[in-house]
């Protein structure tokens, strides 16, 4: 599997919200969430995409999603946002069995934990929930009679939350990760990808279907 690279960028020298994200958008590795996994059961594509950097700290993350019928019920950390507009990180350090899922709805609402499985698990600390930086836009309009939306998530995940210590370095770390986009109870429920899942139905808890970063 060709390992694709994080680009380091000094991200935290910006002070506004604004100027990290131009920099994420310019400097940022940019992948295509664009596979439809289940096209006969669930056919919905959305342009999706997200750009990944990080500065030896934490890892930036910038999703951008065009023209969602949105959906936005769970209000709160923990509640079930994969039934919302939602776009998903799920990563494992290479050699690692446990994975962690990192599930944002378009709000910015996360639901995150530490995996042995899909039904073993530890949701995050408090702490640690709060220590992920979360921002979101939505812009609003109308066709064809549809209310539709296009909106981002910007996020700032520590390196601690995704599984290593404060004295390593991100600097050639490999990672296994997915990036996801999903909305199980919205108008026309989606499962989308970035690296493709070879399952009869959706499941993005497999770790063996993930890609292969390497942190440069």
Same mark, same amino acid.
């Given at each position: 599997?060709?390992?694709?690279?994080?680009?380091?960028? /000094?991200?935290? !020298?910006?002070?506004?919200?604004?100027?990290? %994200?131009?920099?994420?958008?310019?400097?940022?590795?940019?992948?295509?969430?664009?596979?439809?996994?289940?096209? /006969?059961?669930?056919?919905?594509?959305?342009?999706?995409?997200?750009? %990944?950097?990080?500065?030896?700290?934490?890892?930036?993350?910038?999703?951008?999603?065009?023209?969602?019928?949105?959906?936005?019920?769970?209000?709160?950390?923990?509640?079930?946002?994969? !039934?919302?507009?939602?776009?998903?990180?799920?990563?494992?350090?290479?050699?690692? !069995?446990?994975?962690?899922?990192?599930?944002?709805?378009?709000?910015?609402?996360?639901?995150?934990?530490?995996?042995?499985?899909?039904?073993?698990?530890?949701?995050?600390?408090?702490?640690?929930?709060?220590?992920?930086?979360?921002?979101?836009?939505?812009?609003?309009?109308?066709?064809?009679?549809?209310?539709?939306?296009?909106?981002?998530?910007?996020?700032?995940?520590?390196?601690?939350? %995704?599984?290593?210590?404060?004295?390593?370095?991100?600097?050639? !770390?490999?990672?296994?990760?997915?990036?996801?986009?999903?909305?199980?109870?919205?108008?026309?429920?989606?499962?989308?990808?970035?690296?493709? %899942?070879?399952?009869?139905?959706?499941?993005?808890?497999?770790?063996?279907?993930?890609?292969?970063?390497?942190?440069?």
């Amino acid at each position: 599997m060709n390992s694709l690279k994080i680009p380091k960028q /000094n991200i935290s !020298q910006y002070e506004t919200m604004f100027d990290k %994200i131009k920099l994420l958008n310019e400097a940022g590795l940019h992948l295509s969430i664009d596979k439809v996994n289940w096209p /006969n059961e669930f056919p919905k594509l959305l342009p999706v995409s997200v750009h %990944i950097a990080h500065d030896n700290d934490k890892v930036y993350l910038y999703y951008q999603v065009e023209g969602e019928e949105l959906r936005a019920v769970n209000n709160k950390d923990f509640m079930p946002v994969w !039934q919302d507009s939602c776009v998903e990180f799920f990563v494992k350090r290479k050699g690692e !069995q446990n994975y962690r899922n990192f599930e944002f709805n378009v709000h910015g609402v996360l639901l995150a934990a530490n995996h042995e499985s899909r039904e073993i698990a530890e949701y995050l600390s408090e702490e640690t929930m709060s220590s992920i930086v979360r921002f979101t836009t939505i812009r609003h309009y109308y066709k064809s009679q549809l209310q539709l939306s296009d909106w981002t998530l910007y996020a700032e995940i520590p390196k601690e939350a %995704i599984g290593f210590t404060s004295d390593e370095n991100l600097s050639q !770390q490999v990672i296994c990760a997915n990036f996801y986009k999903c909305g199980d109870e919205t108008s026309e429920p989606h499962y989308i990808s970035w690296n493709p %899942i070879d399952l009869p139905k959706p499941d993005f808890h497999v770790p063996k279907f993930f890609g292969e970063l390497t942190f440069e």
